[in-house]
Each structure stands twice: as C-alpha cells, then as structure tokens.
C-alpha cells in the first residue's frame, strides 16, 4: 500500500509539474526592416535638358565650358529621414574622368574632343558610374536633387557637329 501511495503522489507531482510547463497558446511576432523609398516625378524620369547650340569659340581651348543648363531629380511621397543617393551611368573621357563621352563618338556628325559634365548644386563634378550626390528628405516628403551640365572641351581642337549625351542614373536608397 506504501508503494501505491507513493506511485500515486509521484504520478500527481508529476502530472501538476506538466500541467505547469504547458503552453495554453502562443504569441506570433511578425515585423518587417526595410529601407524606405521615394517616388521619381513622371519630369525627372526621361528629361531632356537642352545645352543648345554653342559656337565653336566658346570651346576653343581645353577646359573651356559652355555655359551651365540647370536640372533638377525630384522626388515624392519620401517616408521621413529617407536618404536618397544618385549615380550617373556613362563613359567616361579617357583624358578627363569626370567628363562623359559624346554618343556616337566615331560618328562623322558628331562633334569631336567635347563632352559633358554634371555637376551637382555645390559644384561638385559628377563622375561617370560613381556613386555621387545623396540627400535626406527631413522636413516632408517631397525631394529635389540640383544639377548643372555643360559642354566641356578636350583640346584645342573641337569639331562642330552634333553633341548628344545620354545618361541614365540609378537611384539607392539609404
């Protein structure tokens, strides 16, 4: 009877430490990181910024510039604190690395020893596929991203023709 007992109490201790540890349900956590991202403007996704036509002598020596055409990227519906940074996608001149290449370079229309420079609203060249100018929309939602572009010569010898660049950009978003 002894023995019974204690099998008895044994299987009750047993049976209410069970009981205690058993789960009555479950919590599901769910959540998701992401980083935040903009809307382009239907204006800043195929622009056309025209540097219209430049005489030959404003491009008579090397280094000599066009005059400065304004562009703008902008962006809307930016969740708060989204940082949004821009490559410009080209070829880069082999005998200047912040000057992109003409299209068509081999092209008996086009303009020869002339390219094109970016520069963003603080001056700063943009290089050909490297990462460059980046902002943060803090105060709403809506961002705009400054540029300028002008005809640069190569040499002291530019030929007339057709100057035409394009450029595609990449946005990421950080």
Aim: charged letters at 15%.
């Amino acid at each position: 009877m002894k023995k019974n007992l204690c099998s008895a109490l044994l299987l009750t201790a047993t049976g209410m430490s069970f009981s205690a540890f058993a789960a009555d349900g479950n919590v599901a956590i769910t959540g998701e990181f992401f980083i935040p991202t903009c809307n382009i403007q239907a204006s800043s996704k195929s622009m056309t910024v025209s540097l219209g036509d430049v005489q030959r002598s404003t491009l008579k020596t090397a280094g000599a510039t066009s005059t400065e055409v304004p562009f703008s990227l902008n962006f809307t519906d930016c969740a708060l604190k989204t940082g949004v940074q821009v490559k410009f996608m080209g070829t880069a001149a082999a005998s200047n690395e912040t000057v992109f290449v003409l299209d068509n370079p081999d092209g008996t229309s086009t303009a020869k020893n002339v390219g094109l420079q970016i520069h963003d609203q603080w001056g700063n060249a943009k290089y050909p596929n490297k990462v460059g100018s980046w902002a943060v929309a803090n105060y709403n939602s809506d961002l705009s991203l400054s540029y300028k572009a002008n005809y640069i010569a190569l040499s002291d010898n530019v030929t007339p023709g057709e100057a035409n660049v394009l450029v595609e950009y990449i946005v990421t978003y950080v």
